[in-house]
């Protein structure tokens, strides 16, 4: 888990002990803990897509998230949901991509090419 928080998804580490370890996951605090993995099930409707739920995730400026993706690509990172754009030329226009970290949990990482657009409708 540290080696892709740390170097896959490039967050900064901050405090551990040998049971946990804390990540500034995208501006906000993750914490990961050693315990029993939570079940998952593809659930949640994205387009055609069926993603796992819950899952958890962060919003990126544009080219963040590019750079992101290129990176989980380059570390031969298995996706759930491809990184592609939805809702193009539409208000809220966004770029999604759904994947698992090392022990199963479901992330999704979004991408605007300005913030302010994350709640348009």
Request: charged share 15%; glycine share 12%.
């Amino acid at each position: 888990a540290r080696r892709f928080y740390g170097g896959v998804l490039g967050c900064q580490e901050g405090r551990s002990t040998n049971n946990w370890v804390d990540f500034d996951f995208f501006g906000h605090q993750i914490s990961l803990h050693l315990g029993t993995p939570f079940a998952t099930a593809r659930t949640g409707h994205v387009g055609d897509h069926l993603v796992p739920m819950p899952h958890f995730g962060a919003i990126l400026e544009l080219p963040d998230w590019h750079a992101l993706a290129a990176r989980l690509r380059a570390a031969n990172t298995a996706f759930v949901l491809e990184p592609q754009v939805r809702f193009e030329g539409q208000p809220g226009e966004q770029w999604t991509m759904f994947f698992h970290d090392p022990s199963g949990n479901p992330i999704e990482i979004k991408g605007f090419r300005a913030l302010d657009g994350v709640y348009a409708t």
